[in-house]
């Protein structure tokens, strides 16, 4: 088996994301590729919580994230990427086994579903066109 890839479901993958005032049920452009969430949660604040209200955050998110679901978005892997790209930048091979956020000719593949720095590996939600 790879072992870059991180995360595959039969549905759409699930994932925090840094995103301000999502409300559970909002569909949410995530990046402007084209990548699609649909909000599972609202985004969490920290501030709007006591220790008499909630323990723990809503499913374990950091202040400022919500849970996204990430349409059409089923397996996730590890992808070094030439060029740094924006979270929710398309991602393309170039053929020759390598990948980056610009593309005249090259195939798309999916889409960051981090910010990646230039020549380092990052999250890449696989994705059909």
């Known amino acids: 088996m790879s072992s870059n890839s991180i995360m595959t479901r039969d549905g759409n993958v699930v994932l925090p994301f ?24 609202d985004t969490y604040v920290a501030s ?5 209200t909630i323990a723990v955050p809503p499913q374990g998110l950091a202040d400022g994230e919500v849970s996204l679901e990430a349409i059409g978005v089923s397996r996730v ?14 991602i393309y091979s170039d053929g020759a086994g390598g990948y980056d956020g610009t593309s005249t000719t090259e ?22 066109a």
């Open 18 to 41: 840094s995103i301000a005032s999502v409300t559970a049920g909002d569909v949410v452009a995530i990046g402007t590729a084209g990548l699609t969430g649909y909000a599972l949660t």
């Open 48 to 52: 709007d919580y006591t220790t008499e």
């Open 77 to 90: 892997v590890n992808l070094t990427v030439d060029g740094g790209v924006a979270l929710g930048a398309a």
């Open 107 to 128: 195939v798309f593949v999916g889409y960051a579903l981090e910010a990646i720095t230039d020549g380092a590996a990052g999250m890449v939600g696989l994705a059909r």
